[in-house]
Nanobody, 126 residues
Framework: QVQLVESGGGLVQAGDSLRLSCVAS????????MGWFRQAPGKEREFVAA????????YYADSVKGRFTIARDNAKNTVYLQMNSLKPEDTAVYYC???????????????????WGQGTQVTVSS
């Protein structure tokens, strides 16, 4: 029903910034929460940030709080992840996810999301 496509990844140096984008298509109206997860080699996929459909409620993992910002444009069915002050430990494949939920709810678990993108690689060198 919903397709998600991430973009914006790349190779950067520590301290640089990147902005990831995720465009959703298919099911309308766009009543869903949006989130970002990441998975580094040899590690489990972990929660990064998420935003509710209404109310701009957000939640961030402690590891990215103060450096990353999630924003969404419902009119464009797009969610962004602005990543500043990148660190080598931020290196991972970043996945966009969409979950149909309550208007103000911010899902943080993988099982709470219904659709996933294919991921975009972010590599941060020392």
């Amino acid at each position: 029903q919903v397709q998600l496509v991430e973009s914006g990844g790349g190779l950067v140096q520590a301290g640089d910034s990147l902005r990831l984008s995720c465009v959703a298509s298919g099911r309308t109206p766009s009543r869903y929460a949006m989130g970002w997860f990441r998975q580094a080699p040899g590690k489990e996929r972990e929660f990064v940030a998420a935003s509710s459909w209404i109310g701009s409620n957000t939640y961030y993992a402690d590891s990215v709080k103060g450096r990353f910002t999630i924003a969404r444009d419902n009119a464009k069915n797009t969610v962004y992840l602005q990543m500043n002050s990148l660190k080598p430990e931020d290196t991972a494949v970043y996945y966009c996810a969409a979950g149909y939920t309550g208007n103000y709810y911010v899902p943080r678990l993988r099982d709470e999301y219904d659709y996933w993108g294919q991921g975009t690689q972010v590599t941060v060198s020392s």
